[in-house]
């Protein structure tokens, strides 16, 4: 006879599948299905893996207000976002913030790029003076309304916020633009990812 007391099998899974208990998986990283930032509830836009020559060098996952499938809607979404990136290898600093600077070149045209060299700068030095990241380093850069864009490196903020105008989706190009630094990556943040 068994007791009946328990859970059918069915409701247990429901249970254990509740969102709090969410989060999707990329290359061994979670990504929680929903943040909190500013006070306001982020969901996980999309999630996928930066590719260099064959090597996976991070994960990465884009939080916004809304979904959205294009750049357009990303870049639109209201209030904060969040661009995430967890490191899959060690790499140095400076190769890292070179990088970054490649894909603003690669999207952005000269005469924005030049309003934003002083931000590009700031951020460039912050990224450096960390060394070297190593795998499961996590680096942030949150998109807060009447504050700015704050870079966290494992969650300590780097700095004073970069309150240049469009600095945020300008970040975002490199990952979301025209020409991103890994297409396949671009599709997982859309949430197109087959």
């Not at 309304?145 to 600095?167: D, H, L, M, R, Y």
Request: no cysteine.
């Amino acid at each position: 006879m068994k007791p009946r007391y328990l859970l059918p099998p069915l409701l247990l899974w429901a249970l254990l599948q509740s969102p709090t208990a969410m989060a999707t998986e990329v290359a061994g990283i979670h990504f929680d299905e929903t943040v909190r930032i500013a006070e306001a509830p982020l969901l996980l836009n999309g999630a996928g893996v930066r590719y260099m020559a064959f090597f996976k060098v991070m994960a990465a996952g884009l939080y916004l207000s809304k979904k959205s499938t294009t750049p357009d809607g990303a870049y639109a979404a209201p209030g904060p976002k969040r661009m995430q990136m967890v490191m899959l290898v060690d790499m140095d600093a400076k190769k890292f913030s070179k990088e970054f600077i490649k894909g603003f070149t690669n999207n952005v045209g000269k005469t924005p790029m030049s309003r934003l060299i002083p931000g590009l700068t700031r951020m460039g030095t912050l990224i450096d003076g960390h060394g070297r990241f190593v795998r499961g380093d996590t680096i942030t850069v949150d998109w807060i309304p009447a504050t700015g864009a704050v870079i966290s490196i494992n969650g300590v903020a780097q700095g004073e916020p970069f309150k240049e105008q469009g600095f945020f989706d300008t970040l975002l190009t490199n990952w979301i633009g025209p020409t991103p630094v890994d297409w396949k990556l671009k599709d997982a943040l859309l949430g197109q990812a087959s």
